[in-house]
């Protein structure tokens, strides 16, 4: 039931915004964490680099590091 006033309509109109920022706020959530899994993933593999070489990596081997990366986490599926 809608309060005397106030269209159902309008209703509505809040839920899919609440909806939106919803959405909004997770693919935000999601990006920062991929940036932090990809940063984590590169530091560890440059110092797995200083400890079996002495030396952090060219950017040749960064290179082909950065094809091992297993890839960002995705938005679950909905059912």
């Not at 960064?62 to 091992?68: K, Q």
């Amino acid at each position: 039931m809608t309060r005397p006033g106030r269209p159902r309509a309008a209703t509505l109109d809040r839920a899919d915004h609440l909806k939106a920022w919803a959405a909004s706020a997770d693919q935000e959530r999601r990006t920062r964490l991929n940036q932090r899994l990809r940063k984590a993933f590169i530091e560890g593999a440059e110092e797995d680099s200083r400890r079996r070489l002495g030396r952090g990596l060219t950017g040749e081997e960064l290179e082909r590091v950065l094809w091992r990366y297993p890839g960002d986490v995705r938005e679950r599926p909905t059912k």
